[in-house]
């Protein structure tokens, strides 16, 4: 594929999407290339619609196939949530410190035994000539009582992922990269794209 745009401005994204599509994707463009770029309204009720919406306006806004994601955590507990709202649901531009505390205090009475979770990834491709297919990746563990750990962003600190003793924020970055939601998600679209060499 010689061209691709990914609907996102975060620049720590943006490298590690270069480096998935290494060899697959001659060029790679961002929002944060286009000053004039659209801020999409993130108002589905799930992440595929999110995905999709967001993928279908980049493509639209510059004419070539685009990737967006949308990803999450969902605690059975807490009946999804945050889900949808993960990156805001301590409210809108919420930091990780404030949305954490938030998670950590309606899981406050969840006993051990009952703190599963899944970190669930959703990637849309939308081309120009309306194809539209999307990738999952989910990763399960469970909601620990506190944070542990450094590495990572979000939620990471608090999910100790299923398999390991260790958070999601404890496990080196070729380590995460193996399991994460979002390395699952990109994998199979690695393997779309070949395809349609």
Known sequence: MKNLIVATRNKGKILEINALLAGLVDQVSSAADFADFPETVEDG?????????????????????????DSGLVVDALEGRPGVFSARYAGV???????????LRECQSVPKEHRQAAFVCVLAFVTPDGV?????GRVTGRILFEARGEAGFGYDPLFLVDGFERSMAELGLAEKNAVSHRAQAFNKFREYIKTMK
């Open 45 to 69: 009720a799930t992440f595929e619609e999110n995905a999709l919406k967001k993928a279908r306006e980049a493509s639209r806004f510059s004419g070539l196939p685009a990737l967006a994601d």
């Open 93 to 103: 531009g919420a930091s990780d410190t404030a949305n954490n505390e938030r998670l």
């Open 132 to 136: 539209e297919q999307l990738f999952t």
